[in-house]
Protein backbone atom coordinates (compact mmCIF):
# COMPACT_ATOMS: atom_id res chain seq x y z
CA UNK A 1 0.00 0.00 0.00
CA UNK A 2 3.04 2.52 0.37
CA UNK A 3 4.04 1.70 -3.72
CA UNK A 4 2.26 3.48 -6.03
CA UNK A 5 1.29 1.97 -8.79
CA UNK A 6 2.97 3.94 -11.11
CA UNK A 7 6.45 2.95 -9.57
CA UNK A 8 6.91 0.09 -11.81
CA UNK A 9 10.35 -0.26 -11.31
CA UNK A 10 9.88 -1.10 -7.58
CA UNK A 11 6.83 -3.26 -8.31
CA UNK A 12 8.70 -5.26 -10.48
CA UNK A 13 11.52 -5.85 -7.46
CA UNK A 14 9.10 -5.84 -4.84
CA UNK A 15 7.16 -8.90 -6.68
CA UNK A 16 10.67 -10.38 -7.68
CA UNK A 17 11.58 -10.51 -4.34
CA UNK A 18 8.52 -11.47 -2.47
CA UNK A 19 7.78 -13.97 -4.80
CA UNK A 20 11.33 -15.72 -4.51
CA UNK A 21 10.83 -15.63 -0.80
CA UNK A 22 7.32 -17.07 -0.76
CA UNK A 23 8.55 -20.02 -3.04
CA UNK A 24 10.99 -20.97 -0.53
CA UNK A 25 9.28 -20.29 3.16
CA UNK A 26 5.71 -20.16 2.25
CA UNK A 27 4.62 -22.45 -0.59
CA UNK A 28 3.91 -19.51 -2.64
CA UNK A 29 2.42 -15.91 -3.19
CA UNK A 30 -0.71 -14.58 -4.22
CA UNK A 31 -0.63 -10.81 -4.78
CA UNK A 32 -3.45 -7.83 -5.78
CA UNK A 33 -2.80 -4.75 -7.01
CA UNK A 34 -5.16 -2.12 -6.09
CA UNK A 35 -5.45 1.70 -6.43
CA UNK A 36 -7.51 2.15 -2.76
CA UNK A 37 -4.94 4.72 -1.44
CA UNK A 38 -5.64 6.67 -4.71
CA UNK A 39 -9.20 8.15 -4.54
CA UNK A 40 -9.10 9.01 -0.83
CA UNK A 41 -8.56 12.96 0.03
CA UNK A 42 -5.89 12.48 3.09
CA UNK A 43 -5.33 15.91 3.47
CA UNK A 44 -8.79 15.88 4.06
CA UNK A 45 -9.24 12.97 6.12
CA UNK A 46 -5.98 14.28 8.01
CA UNK A 47 -7.53 17.24 9.14
CA UNK A 48 -10.50 16.11 10.32
CA UNK A 49 -9.78 15.21 13.76
CA UNK A 50 -7.04 16.99 16.03
CA UNK A 51 -5.92 13.93 17.73
CA UNK A 52 -5.47 12.06 14.38
CA UNK A 53 -2.54 12.84 12.28
CA UNK A 54 -2.68 9.95 9.87
CA UNK A 55 -5.85 8.68 8.68
CA UNK A 56 -3.78 5.75 7.17
CA UNK A 57 -2.18 5.05 10.00
CA UNK A 58 -4.60 5.85 12.60
CA UNK A 59 -7.67 4.30 11.05
CA UNK A 60 -7.84 2.94 7.83
CA UNK A 61 -4.81 0.30 7.39
CA UNK A 62 -6.14 -3.01 8.66
CA UNK A 63 -9.61 -2.84 7.36
CA UNK A 64 -8.37 -1.81 3.99
CA UNK A 65 -5.78 -4.46 3.38
CA UNK A 66 -7.92 -7.54 4.55
CA UNK A 67 -10.65 -6.11 2.73
CA UNK A 68 -8.02 -5.81 -0.57
CA UNK A 69 -7.25 -9.46 0.48
CA UNK A 70 -11.07 -10.67 0.37
CA UNK A 71 -11.17 -11.63 -3.02
CA UNK A 72 -8.48 -14.26 -2.90
CA UNK A 73 -9.89 -15.67 0.24
CA UNK A 74 -13.48 -15.99 -1.70
CA UNK A 75 -11.83 -17.80 -4.59
CA UNK A 76 -9.94 -19.83 -2.23
CA UNK A 77 -12.70 -20.72 -0.06
CA UNK A 78 -10.08 -19.36 2.93
CA UNK A 79 -11.86 -19.07 6.31
CA UNK A 80 -9.36 -17.03 7.91
CA UNK A 81 -7.49 -13.83 7.16
CA UNK A 82 -4.25 -13.78 9.41
CA UNK A 83 -3.28 -10.05 9.52
CA UNK A 84 0.03 -9.32 10.71
CA UNK A 85 0.58 -7.05 14.10
CA UNK A 86 3.04 -4.26 13.54
CA UNK A 87 3.33 -3.86 17.47
CA UNK A 88 2.81 -6.05 20.98
CA UNK A 89 -0.66 -4.12 21.77
CA UNK A 90 -3.29 -5.34 23.39
CA UNK A 91 -6.57 -3.67 23.49
CA UNK A 92 -6.12 -1.53 26.00
CA UNK A 93 -4.09 1.13 23.98
CA UNK A 94 -4.19 4.85 25.02
CA UNK A 95 -3.38 6.11 21.29
CA UNK A 96 -4.78 5.44 18.16
CA UNK A 97 -3.54 2.77 15.93
CA UNK A 98 -5.83 1.15 13.02
CA UNK A 99 -4.57 -2.77 13.92
CA UNK A 100 -5.12 -4.03 17.36
CA UNK A 101 -6.82 -7.16 18.03
CA UNK A 102 -10.15 -6.33 19.46
CA UNK A 103 -10.67 -4.26 15.84
CA UNK A 104 -8.94 -6.88 13.92
CA UNK A 105 -10.86 -9.67 15.10
CA UNK A 106 -13.97 -8.10 14.34
CA UNK A 107 -13.81 -7.70 10.63
CA UNK A 108 -15.01 -10.53 8.31
CA UNK A 109 -15.53 -10.86 4.95
CA UNK A 110 -18.07 -13.03 4.34
CA UNK A 111 -16.86 -16.49 5.84
CA UNK A 112 -13.52 -15.74 6.29
CA UNK A 113 -12.97 -13.82 9.67
CA UNK A 114 -9.75 -11.79 10.39
CA UNK A 115 -7.08 -12.87 12.64
CA UNK A 116 -4.83 -10.40 14.23
CA UNK A 117 -1.54 -12.44 14.99
CA UNK A 118 1.54 -12.04 16.71
CA UNK A 119 0.62 -9.03 19.20
CA UNK A 120 2.22 -11.90 21.83
CA UNK A 121 5.71 -11.16 19.94
CA UNK A 122 8.13 -8.45 20.59
CA UNK A 123 9.28 -6.46 17.16
CA UNK A 124 12.67 -7.27 18.50
CA UNK A 125 11.92 -10.57 19.33
CA UNK A 126 10.45 -11.28 15.52
CA UNK A 127 13.44 -9.44 14.12
CA UNK A 128 15.52 -12.05 16.24
CA UNK A 129 13.37 -14.91 14.81
CA UNK A 130 14.40 -13.93 11.35
CA UNK A 131 17.69 -13.44 11.76
CA UNK A 132 18.30 -17.13 13.00
CA UNK A 133 16.10 -18.69 10.31
CA UNK A 134 17.20 -16.67 7.31
CA UNK A 135 20.91 -15.67 6.46
CA UNK A 136 20.43 -13.11 4.17
CA UNK A 137 17.16 -11.45 2.86
CA UNK A 138 15.67 -7.93 1.86
CA UNK A 139 13.23 -6.24 4.26
CA UNK A 140 11.34 -3.78 2.94
CA UNK A 141 10.63 -1.33 5.85
CA UNK A 142 10.87 2.11 4.58
CA UNK A 143 7.95 4.67 3.42
CA UNK A 144 10.08 7.47 2.74
CA UNK A 145 10.74 8.82 -0.42
CA UNK A 146 13.67 7.45 -2.20
CA UNK A 147 14.49 5.82 -5.72
CA UNK A 148 12.89 3.48 -6.96
CA UNK A 149 15.86 1.37 -7.44
CA UNK A 150 16.09 1.76 -3.32
CA UNK A 151 13.81 -0.49 -1.47
CA UNK A 152 14.89 1.36 2.08
CA UNK A 153 16.38 5.24 2.37
CA UNK A 154 18.69 4.06 5.15
CA UNK A 155 17.51 7.66 6.97
CA UNK A 156 14.53 7.65 8.26
CA UNK A 157 12.89 6.43 11.68
CA UNK A 158 11.67 2.67 10.84
CA UNK A 159 15.23 2.42 8.95
CA UNK A 160 17.03 3.50 12.02
CA UNK A 161 15.05 1.61 14.03
CA UNK A 162 15.91 -1.82 11.95
CA UNK A 163 19.37 -1.42 11.19
CA UNK A 164 19.77 -0.67 15.37
CA UNK A 165 17.50 -4.10 16.32
CA UNK A 166 19.69 -6.13 13.50
CA UNK A 167 22.79 -4.97 14.85
CA UNK A 168 21.60 -5.81 18.66
CA UNK A 169 20.47 -9.64 16.73
CA UNK A 170 24.13 -9.50 15.62
CA UNK A 171 23.46 -9.33 12.22
CA UNK A 172 24.61 -7.11 9.24
CA UNK A 173 22.03 -5.05 8.27
CA UNK A 174 23.75 -4.52 4.66
CA UNK A 175 22.57 -8.72 4.38
CA UNK A 176 18.84 -7.32 5.12
CA UNK A 177 18.49 -4.58 2.69
CA UNK A 178 20.26 -1.86 4.01
CA UNK A 179 23.56 -1.06 1.88
CA UNK A 180 24.02 1.98 2.94
CA UNK A 181 24.59 1.02 6.48
CA UNK A 182 28.14 1.52 7.99
CA UNK A 183 28.97 0.66 11.57
CA UNK A 184 29.73 4.39 12.29
CA UNK A 185 26.08 5.05 11.94
CA UNK A 186 25.75 4.26 15.67
CA UNK A 187 28.32 6.55 16.47
CA UNK A 188 26.09 9.59 14.76
CA UNK A 189 22.82 8.64 16.67
CA UNK A 190 23.19 10.30 19.75
CA UNK A 191 24.09 13.08 17.93
CA UNK A 192 20.69 12.95 15.76
CA UNK A 193 18.74 12.20 18.67
CA UNK A 194 20.46 15.43 20.34
CA UNK A 195 19.26 17.19 17.50
CA UNK A 196 15.75 15.36 17.84
CA UNK A 197 16.53 14.44 14.04
CA UNK A 198 14.73 11.20 14.56
CA UNK A 199 10.75 12.10 15.35
CA UNK A 200 8.74 9.62 16.40
CA UNK A 201 5.10 9.14 17.71
CA UNK A 202 3.96 7.67 21.43
CA UNK A 203 3.84 3.81 19.94
CA UNK A 204 7.14 3.93 18.96
CA UNK A 205 8.48 4.79 22.74
CA UNK A 206 7.70 0.62 23.10
CA UNK A 207 9.90 -0.37 20.57
CA UNK A 208 12.65 1.40 21.33
CA UNK A 209 11.87 0.49 25.09
CA UNK A 210 12.71 -3.48 23.45
CA UNK A 211 15.50 -2.76 21.93
CA UNK A 212 17.13 -1.45 25.28
CA UNK A 213 16.39 -4.25 27.04
CA UNK A 214 17.66 -6.32 24.57
CA UNK A 215 20.89 -4.39 23.98
CA UNK A 216 23.78 -5.83 25.74
CA UNK A 217 27.64 -5.38 25.29
CA UNK A 218 28.51 -9.13 24.68
CA UNK A 219 26.30 -8.91 20.76
CA UNK A 220 27.01 -5.23 19.77
CA UNK A 221 30.70 -4.75 19.38
CA UNK A 222 30.33 -0.74 20.09
CA UNK A 223 29.90 -0.43 23.95
CA UNK A 224 29.51 3.03 24.03
CA UNK A 225 26.45 3.01 21.95
CA UNK A 226 24.72 0.32 24.02
CA UNK A 227 25.74 2.37 27.03
CA UNK A 228 23.75 5.04 25.12
CA UNK A 229 21.11 3.09 24.28
CA UNK A 230 20.41 1.57 27.75
CA UNK A 231 20.61 5.19 29.05
CA UNK A 232 18.59 6.97 27.03
CA UNK A 233 15.02 8.47 28.11
CA UNK A 234 12.71 7.74 25.09
CA UNK A 235 9.34 8.72 27.18
CA UNK A 236 11.47 12.29 28.08
CA UNK A 237 12.16 12.55 23.84
CA UNK A 238 9.50 12.36 22.56
CA UNK A 239 7.71 14.64 25.14
CA UNK A 240 10.10 17.14 24.76
CA UNK A 241 10.62 17.06 20.50
CA UNK A 242 9.64 20.09 19.22
CA UNK A 243 6.25 20.52 17.72
CA UNK A 244 6.80 23.61 15.47
CA UNK A 245 7.31 21.28 12.30
CA UNK A 246 4.21 19.07 13.73
CA UNK A 247 1.87 21.99 14.03
CA UNK A 248 2.81 23.63 10.65
CA UNK A 249 2.18 20.02 8.75
CA UNK A 250 -1.12 19.97 10.86
CA UNK A 251 -2.20 23.92 9.19
CA UNK A 252 -1.14 22.97 5.58
CA UNK A 253 -3.17 19.90 5.93
CA UNK A 254 -6.02 21.90 7.37
CA UNK A 255 -5.47 25.05 4.52
CA UNK A 256 -5.55 22.35 1.88
CA UNK A 257 -8.51 20.75 2.52
CA UNK A 258 -10.42 23.55 2.86
CA UNK A 259 -8.97 25.05 -0.80
CA UNK A 260 -9.94 22.40 -3.44
CA UNK A 261 -7.54 24.02 -5.63
CA UNK A 262 -4.46 23.54 -3.73
CA UNK A 263 -5.18 20.13 -3.66
CA UNK A 264 -5.44 19.37 -7.10
CA UNK A 265 -2.15 21.77 -7.40
CA UNK A 266 -0.60 19.40 -4.81
CA UNK A 267 -1.61 15.83 -6.88
CA UNK A 268 -0.50 17.44 -10.37
CA UNK A 269 2.44 18.23 -8.95
CA UNK A 270 2.70 14.69 -7.49
CA UNK A 271 2.07 13.09 -11.03
CA UNK A 272 4.22 14.97 -12.96
CA UNK A 273 7.00 13.84 -10.09
CA UNK A 274 5.65 10.25 -10.62
CA UNK A 275 6.10 10.88 -14.97
CA UNK A 276 9.83 12.64 -14.46
CA UNK A 277 11.33 9.14 -12.39
CA UNK A 278 9.57 6.70 -15.08
CA UNK A 279 11.25 8.69 -17.76
Not at 63 to 81: K, N, Q, R, V, W
Not at 107 to 125: F, L
Not at 203 to 210: F, M, N
Request: charge should be positive; hydrophobic fraction near 35%; proline fraction near 5%.
Amino acid sequence: ADVELSERTRWQRWMRDAEAFAREHAGGLASIRTNLRDELNYIRLNSIVPGLQRWWLDVQFSMSLTGAAAPIAYMDGFESIYFASGLDIGDDQNYPHASFPRLDNAIAHGRARVRHHGNDTKRQQKLAFIVTQVPEMELRVCHARRPETQLNCGRCTKCVRTMVGLVICGADPTRYGFPTYRPTMLDELPRRFAAYEIPFRTHEIQLWRDMQEAAEAGTVENEDFVRWLRGMDFDEYQRSQPRRAVRSRALGRRLVARVPALRGTLRRVTSVGHLKRRL
